[in-house]
């Protein structure tokens, strides 16, 4: 019966691969950049094939592959430097095995996998040497953790995100208001986040805005940890506001 059921599951599969299908491209986030992937010519809900981003001067950031709709196979971000920053694969919508994650020099800091849940490389960095701020029954304790909460889908996603997330306030900018807010959440000992604030105001429009972008960025993270088991643990995120917006 189990023979049946994956005879006729691997079936299925190799019919919705051999529909036909048609690209699909177009900006995105206020068209910065542009993404093209291909859709099902009988459902153009469903994506299925290759899938890209890139800028507006065609610098690949991102590459990977859709399967009825769902992340699959090997999937990569790629850095300012034109470097593959992460490298892992999906299965059915999920991250599976290791990832790697590279510095903007293309050299390994990280190798995490996602089956196990564990760190199979860490190099360590500054955050890792100084003190930080968990939870402890309710109370904020400061100590020197083994290591510190690392984003899983990998930092250069999140700098991305937050570049072209933020939007300058109008008011603010009429204002003349600059400087750099500084938000805090916590990353709880199972890598998600919750409780945002903003640790250090500049603007109420700023730290407005600075807040909201923040909130917006998706993915967990590795928790922190301490005498290795993992521990809420307070982040903070700067935001800075200048001209240049």
């Known amino acids: 019966m189990k023979k049946l059921i994956l005879l006729l599951s691997l079936l299925s599969s190799l019919k919705l691969m051999a529909q036909p299908v048609k690209e699909i491209s177009h900006t995105v986030e206020g068209g910065s950049s542009r993404e093209t992937f291909t859709v099902l010519k009988s459902d153009k809900k469903i994506k299925h094939g290759p899938y890209q981003v890139s800028t507006r001067e065609g610098r690949l950031l991102t590459s990977g592959f859709y399967k009825d709709n769902l992340k699959d196979n090997v999937w990569q971000e790629y850095n300012y ?40 490389y860490h190099k360590p960095v500054a955050q890792d040497s100084v003190d930080n701020i968990i939870l402890q029954n309710g109370q904020q304790v400061s100590v020197r953790l083994d290591r510190v909460p690392f984003y899983l889908p990998g930092n250069d996603v999140k700098g991305r995100a937050l570049v072209r997330g933020l939007r300058f306030p109008a008011d603010a900018m009429r204002r003349g208001a600059l400087g750099v807010v500084m938000i805090a959440f916590t990353v709880d000992e199972h890598g998600h986040t919750k409780d945002y604030y903003v640790a250090k105001p500049v603007d109420s429009s700023l730290d407005t805005e600075a807040l909201r972008c923040i909130k917006s960025i998706k993915g967990d993270h590795a928790p922190g940890l301490l005498n290795g088991k993992p521990v809420a643990t307070i982040v903070t995120q700067r935001v800075v506001f200048n001209q240049v917006f």
Do not use: C, H, L, M
Not at 93 to 120: A, H, L
């Open 81 to 120: 430097q034109n470097k593959v920053a992460v490298q892992g694969s999906y299965k059915n919508g999920k991250p599976v095995g290791e990832w790697t994650y590279t510095d903007r020099f293309g050299e390994k800091e990280n190798v995490y996998n996602f089956d196990t849940g564990q760190f199979v």
